[in-house]
């Protein structure tokens, strides 16, 4: 006889209690294989893909694009036996919570059984910008946020082409309308096409901004998801950790006229050499000779940990919002092998691909507000870390070389650091080898 499992929504492996269900791969009836991706959810840090661990038959999906479910909420009815005599399907009107012994089996995921008594909610829209590369922002976290500065074009999507910013349901909704997309410019935050959008377009009218009953033009999007946790995570930073920034302009001349000659080295061909790359490769440098920077303050031990290797977290704006994934033991890497790990790390998460795992345990942060023509900032320090660097952009400025003026390139470095664990000693050490290394890489050489 048939037999009924219920697939739940799983913790995934990074504390998760709540996700919201971006996409099914699946319909009922459609017959599935053990591990085949069913659901693609998002979490508070990442769009994550779920296997399921059972082969069998869907019967029923009981949540719809769009919604946001508890961890440990059935989500999904699979017939496992769909060759046995007919029985009546489980009661779907309102899915529990699964009992533990139904959510072990799905593979790759730890998980735990969460009962809870919120309802579902609907998500906000998010908006989601394409640009040719993540760009790297200053309010580094490793929960993602909103992107500095919101754009209306379309967003890249990873399986090849443009799609218009919308919500699944306001996507049925324009096809039922026969409303093209493609053809509209959303009202709501980032140029997300709105349900009120779809109609207007349908009845013939403009697309316009929404009004509230208050005749003020606001729009208000629930806190919640990425925006919610970023907040969270900067929040405990800056009020646990006492702040300290300092900063340092340097000429970095040099540096570009490296950079140019490594352009047309044969070893180098074919790499992608940036700024960051060297500023990566000085902040692995510079922490070998000031430890204290790559430590961290544990309360509850009431210890302060210095760690070994450097795992380099780079604070990057993507389509999904602002992550901060890793490149492991960067300590290890030549030069070239960095840049290849950033173009790596950077076309993933442009892709929206960067898993959780992927955005945990870094040691120190680098992050980028020079690729919006900011001059510097005073970013905030990841949980868990005790330094982050921020890079402005580079100008040419006049600069006294000998005893004359000249145009040189300059660039503005400040760093954030957590003065219980870094004294103000430490901290100007370590900005200095940084700058020394940028303003003439061949100090390395030294190191």
Not at 284 to 298: E, F, S
Not at 337 to 349: G, R, Y
Not at 353 to 378: C, E, H, L, Q, W
Request: glycine content about 8%; overall charge negative.
């Amino acid at each position: 006889m048939p037999m009924y499992k219920q697939f739940p929504l799983a913790d995934t492996a990074e504390g998760l209690t709540e996700a919201d269900i971006l996409s099914w791969h699946v319909k009922p009836g459609d017959t599935v294989t053990v591990n085949q991706i069913v659901v693609e959810i998002e979490t508070a840090k990442a769009a994550v893909e779920l296997p399921i661990p059972w082969a069998g038959v869907v019967t029923e999906l009981h949540v719809e694009p769009g919604q946001t479910v508890e961890v440990g909420t059935a989500i999904l009815t699979i017939d496992v036996d769909p060759g046995g005599a007919a029985a009546p399907a489980p009661a779907t009107a309102a899915p529990a919570p699964v009992e533990e012994e139904e959510m072990k089996p799905l593979v790759g995921y730890g998980s735990k059984a969460v009962v809870t008594q919120r309802r579902t909610r609907k998500s906000p829209n998010v908006a989601l910008v394409a640009s040719d590369a993540p760009k790297v922002a200053f309010g580094a976290s490793d929960a993602p946020k909103a992107t500095l500065g919101r754009s209306s074009q379309p967003a890249a999507n990873p399986r090849g082409g443009y799609v218009p910013l919308a919500k699944p349901p306001v996507r049925k909704l324009a096809k039922d309308l026969g409303v093209d997309l493609h053809a509209l410019t959303g009202s709501a935050d980032g140029g997300v096409i709105t349900r009120d959008d779809v109609e207007r377009a349908a009845n013939g009218a403009p697309v316009v901004e929404s009004v509230v009953d208050n005749g003020t033009r606001e729009r208000r999007v629930p806190i919640k998801g990425v925006r919610k946790m970023t907040a969270a995570a900067m929040v405990q930073s800056a009020y646990t950790a006492p702040h300290v920034t300092e900063f340092l302009t340097i000429d970095v001349t040099p540096m570009m006229e490296f950079r140019e000659k490594l352009k047309k080295s044969r070893e180098f061909a074919g790499v992608k050499v940036t700024p960051l790359t060297f500023a990566a490769k000085a902040v692995c440098l510079a922490a070998k000779r000031t430890p204290d920077i790559n430590a961290v303050w544990d309360e509850a031990a009431q210890e302060i940990v210095f760690k070994d290797y450097v795992h380099l977290g780079i604070a990057a704006a993507t389509p999904r919002g602002l992550i901060v994934p890793k490149v492991r033991d960067a300590d290890s890497m030549s030069l070239k092998e960095l840049a290849n790990a950033l173009t790596t790390l950077t076309d993933v998460a442009r892709e929206g691909k960067t898993s959780p795992a992927d955005m945990a345990n870094g040691t120190i942060t680098i992050t980028n507000v020079g690729v919006f023509g900011v001059d510097t900032g005073t970013p905030i320090i990841n949980p868990g870390e005790s330094a982050i660097l921020c890079l402005g952009a580079i100008k040419d400025q006049p600069w006294v070389v000998d005893g004359e003026i000249k145009v040189r390139k300059v660039l503005q470095l400040s760093l954030s650091f957590d003065h219980r664990v870094v004294d103000g000693q430490q901290g100007s050490e370590f900005l200095a080898d940084v700058g020394a290394l940028l303003a003439d890489p061949a100090m390395a050489m030294t190191y």
